[in-house]
């Protein structure tokens, strides 16, 4: 009888931890983050007119005579060494400049406004020394956001601060800020769709006063003629004889759709890298941010 009485505790008390530690699991797995990740952080490039220093660079990794890019797991050399000052445990950014490979002109100032805010690098990884060399060093890839490649850049790693989203409820009707405007670029590897999750380009930055944290509302004007491929002209009041409206009104005379909003991760001098927070829809490039 004693034996079975424990043996009944003993299988109940099991019972109360797994419980707790589904639920606990459960929760942990429904909640909601204050900030972006890490992979947010420090895969989200940049966009800058002021050209970064490609002296450091990735020469080659293992295996290299079959392998041209580099993956978790790989181990990679460096151009620089114990001559330059590298140690065991140094931490590195890997980052490459990039180009639309199959350009398109999406709305009407995308090239200028392409042009205006530099050159755009995207972040390939994180890395860390682990064996150091006269001249070279060889380091592991503690974060990938990409492939490696021969001559990709690497930059003495600095920690960005992770600004936390803001508890305001996101109203589908907010009237205009009042503060600077501008348009979305382009999205993170040159898309032209983005969401919720995804990072996009805006031309504004430090030189405009944008800092790391500031919300971005983004917004679009019905029938403003300025995008040139995703759109059908007049669709916003006519659409083939399916009903019209007796006079055409014009994008200044019709309420603005807001479609969503982002937080600003990093900034260039005349750009911004917006991790879009909320999305009612598809945002394409060329619709409208200000400045919450």
């Known amino acids: 009888m004693p034996e079975k009485m424990s043996y009944r505790?003993?299988?109940?008390?099991?019972?109360?931890?797994?419980?707790?530690?589904?639920?606990?699991?459960?929760?942990a797995a429904q909640r909601v983050p204050n900030a972006p990740s890490?992979?947010?952080?420090?895969?989200?490039?940049?966009?800058?007119d002021q050209a970064i220093p490609n002296d450091t660079y990735i020469i080659s990794g293992e295996n290299s005579r079959y392998k041209n890019?580099?993956?978790?797991?790989?181990?990679?050399y460096i151009?620089?060494?114990e001559a330059e000052g590298i140690k065991v445990g140094d931490q590195f950014e890997v980052m490459r400049p990039v180009h639309d490979l199959a350009p398109n002109k999406w709305f009407r100032w995308q090239i200028q406004l392409s042009q205006a805010m530099g050159t755009l690098y995207a972040d390939i990884g994180i890395l860390r020394v682990v064996n150091v060399q006269a001249k070279t060093a060889t380091a592991e890839l503690k974060l990938a956001c990409d492939m490696m490649q021969r001559g990709d850049i690497v930059r003495p790693f600095t920690a960005r601060p992770a600004p936390p989203y803001h508890?305001?409820?996101?109203?589908?009707?907010a009237p205009p800020s009042g503060k600077k405007t501008a348009m979305i670029v382009f999205g993170k590897n040159y898309s032209v769709i983005s969401g919720a999750g995804k990072v996009v380009f805006v031309n504004l930055g430090t030189a405009q006063g944008v800092q790391v944290g500031d919300y971005f509302r983004v917004f679009r004007y019905s029938g403003a003629h300025n995008e040139l491929l995703y759109q059908v002209a007049n669709t916003s009041y006519k659409v083939y004889g399916f009903g019209s409206a007796p006079v055409a009104y014009q994008w200044d005379n019709l309420p603005r759709q807001v479609?969503?909003?982002g937080i600003v991760l990093r900034t260039g001098p005349n750009s911004s890298t917006v991790l879009l927070t909320t999305a009612r829809e598809e945002i394409y490039d060329g619709d409208y941010v200000e400045l919450e």
Do not use: R
């Not at 003993?10 to 589904?22: N, W």
């Not at 890490?38 to 800058?48: K, R």
């Not at 580099?70 to 181990?75: A, R």
């Open 79 to 81: 151009n620089h060494g």
């Open 259 to 261: 479609l969503g909003e």
């Open 69 to 76: 890019t580099f993956h978790p797991g790989d181990y990679v």
């Open 9 to 27: 505790i003993l299988s109940l008390g099991l019972k109360i931890c797994f419980g707790i530690a589904i639920c606990a699991g459960a929760t």
């Open 167 to 173: 508890a305001v409820k996101f109203n589908p009707f």
């Open 38 to 48: 890490e992979a947010d952080l420090y895969c989200s490039g940049v966009a800058t």
